[in-house]
């Protein structure tokens, strides 16, 4: 059995190595393959059925799949892999782990709005001490806003827990919650969600339920004051609409980390999305890096080391997708 890594989950070569030597799989061959690999063919043939992949993405526009025993994807996203084009002898398995970290990147971002913290420091000058100090603007508080979830799954149920904390009112709009539970205080349609919330968390995976679901009409439908905050999947909310919304000024803002486009290649440098949200003031971009804290890629290797010695003995597997067929 060989262990391929591809694209950005190589960068854990080393990490996944040293969990193995845990579990008495030390000397387990690991190979890194190049983020083209995810989508093109030509490494196609290094794979055996016995083999283990691990990789965020894998589709071939269609075409079949290499042939593999287990596809791990180190992350909780499945919306790239092409599950028609596996063979059926393939078991596929995720991880979580992140929910803690996108949860506590939910809330400073939010307090953000509301304080300014960036704001206030710059406005901080010595020379003009006694100026400044009488003129102070205030701030905005968290405490009795409403947080509205899109989405009541691991994220969801994480950002919740530590948002009421802070004295707010958290709404949730999931088909799968038949009621309040937890620290949900209602569980409400999107269309009221949207209507009633400070602070719209998109929190739901991406499918073709929930592509596009926020478009110019829930848009128009926010408060203009409220702030839209996307940890999910960007083609949740409707890139042209979103960039017209924050741009007309038809919501008070809107802190994203997730994009329209990624790059597939090492030589691929596209853009991140067709409009220029970084240059709205109004827009507080970042690079897709909510859940990336070094602890969590050491909770998801550990998940995925422990996997790949349960299908060495023959145990079950954890977080398992798609049982492959023996």
Same mark, same amino acid.
């Given at each position: 059995?060989?262990? %391929?890594?591809?694209? @950005?989950?190589?960068?854990?070569?080393?990490?996944?190595?040293?969990?193995?030597?845990?579990?008495?799989?030390?000397?387990? +061959?690991?190979?890194?393959?190049?983020?083209?690999?995810?989508? /093109?063919?030509?490494?196609?043939?290094?794979? $055996?059925?016995?083999?283990?992949?691990?990789?965020?993405?894998?589709?071939?526009?269609?075409?079949?799949?290499?042939?593999?025993?287990?596809?791990?994807?180190? $992350?909780? $996203?499945?919306?790239?892999?092409?599950?028609?084009?596996?063979?059926?002898?393939?078991?596929?398995?995720?991880?979580? @782990?992140?929910?803690?970290?996108i949860a506590e990147f939910v809330l400073a971002s939010v307090l953000n709005w509301?304080?300014?913290?960036?704001?206030?420091?710059?406005? %901080?000058?010595?020379?003009?001490?006694?100026?400044?100090?009488?003129?102070?603007?205030?701030?905005?508080?968290?405490?009795?806003?409403?947080?509205?979830?899109?989405? !009541?799954?691991?994220?969801?149920?994480?950002?919740?827990?530590?948002?009421?904390? %802070?004295?707010?009112?958290?709404?949730?709009?999931?088909?799968?919650?038949? $009621?309040? +539970?937890?620290?949900?205080?209602?569980?409400?349609?999107?269309?009221?969600?949207? @209507?009633?919330?400070?602070?719209?968390?998109?929190?739901?995976?991406?499918?073709?339920?929930?592509?596009?679901?926020?478009?110019?009409?829930?848009?128009?439908?926010? +408060?203009?004051? /409220?702030?839209?905050?996307?940890?999910?999947?960007?083609?949740?909310?409707?890139?042209?609409?979103? !960039?017209?919304?924050? +741009?007309?000024?038809?919501?008070?803002?809107?802190?994203?980390?997730?994009?329209?486009?990624?790059?597939?290649?090492?030589?691929?440098?596209?853009?991140?999305?067709?409009?220029?949200?970084?240059?709205?003031?109004?827009?507080?971009?970042?690079?897709?890096s909510s859940a990336i804290t070094r602890e969590m890629w050491e909770r998801r290797?550990?998940?995925?080391?422990?996997?790949?010695?349960?299908?060495?003995?023959?145990?079950?597997?954890?977080?398992?997708?798609?049982?492959?067929?023996?």
């Open positions: 059995m060989k262990i %391929f890594m591809v694209g @950005e989950a190589a960068n854990y070569k080393d990490r996944l190595a040293a969990e193995l030597g845990t579990h008495g799989l030390a000397g387990t +061959q690991i190979v890194a393959l190049p983020r083209e690999a995810a989508s /093109a063919a030509d490494h196609d043939g290094e794979i $055996g059925a016995e083999d283990v992949v691990i990789s965020l993405r894998l589709k071939r526009g269609g075409a079949a799949l290499p042939r593999c025993r287990l596809l791990h994807v180190p $992350g909780a $996203g499945l919306d790239g892999i092409d599950f028609d084009a596996l063979a059926d002898t393939t078991t596929v398995c995720n991880v979580f @782990e992140h929910e803690g970290a509301e304080i300014r913290l960036d704001e206030l420091r710059a406005s %901080f000058v010595p020379e003009r001490w006694a100026e400044i100090y009488r003129s102070r603007v205030p701030h905005g508080e968290l405490s009795g806003k409403t947080v509205g979830l899109v989405g !009541f799954g691991r994220i969801g149920r994480a950002i919740a827990v530590r948002a009421k904390a %802070f004295g707010v009112r958290i709404l949730a709009a999931d088909p799968a919650l038949s $009621g309040p +539970q937890g620290p949900v205080d209602e569980v409400v349609a999107l269309g009221e969600l949207l @209507e009633r919330a400070d602070y719209v968390v998109i929190a739901c995976p991406l499918m073709d339920a929930t592509r596009g679901m926020v478009g110019a009409a829930e848009l128009a439908g926010m +408060q203009p004051g /409220a702030v839209l905050i996307n940890i999910s999947r960007a083609e949740v909310v409707d890139e042209a609409a979103l !960039f017209a919304a924050l +741009q007309g000024g038809a919501i008070r803002g809107a802190s994203l980390d997730v994009w329209y486009r990624y790059p597939s290649g090492a030589a691929d440098s596209v853009p991140p999305s067709t409009y220029p949200f970084h240059d709205l003031p109004n827009v507080v971009c970042t690079p897709h290797y550990a998940i995925v080391a422990r996997n790949i010695a349960a299908l060495v003995h023959g145990r079950p597997l954890d977080n398992v997708v798609r049982p492959g067929r023996a």
